[in-house]
């Protein structure tokens, strides 16, 4: 199991960018990955990003080249650079790892 929180999350405007926090209770040197998905209104959970403990990466089509997920030295807080966000962009990003969830954190892009 792993505990999972994350942070960041928030209203901003079209274009602008938001950077998500997820600190792990496990170091990713352990528990092989570590990804982010997120849940808009009235849609499945989709993945977002995924990164091994290699520091190989994943990304959806929808976010590629606009968002960036890494992670900190020692492993325990893997991070989502969202630029150029967009209002598609709405929903509530989870951070996964194994099988443990953290509770969320709403990204809202408004004008």
């Known amino acids: 199991q792993v505990q999972l929180v994350e942070s960041g999350g928030g209203l901003v405007q079209p274009g602008e960018s938001l950077r998500l926090s997820c600190a792990a209770s496990?170091?990713?040197?352990?528990?092989?990955?570590m990804a982010w998905y997120r849940q808009a209104p009235g849609k499945e959970r989709e993945l977002v990003a995924r990164i091994y403990y290699s520091g190989t990466t994943n990304y959806a089509d929808l976010v590629k080249g606009r968002f960036t997920i890494s992670r900190d030295n020692a492993g325990t807080t893997v991070y989502l650079q969202m630029n150029s966000l967009k209002p598609e962009d709405t929903a509530v990003y989870y951070c996964?790892?194994?099988?443990?969830w953290g509770k969320g954190t709403l990204v809202t892009v408004s004008s």
């Open positions: 496990r170091s990713i040197f352990s528990i092989n990955a």
């Open positions: 996964n790892a194994l099988f443990s």
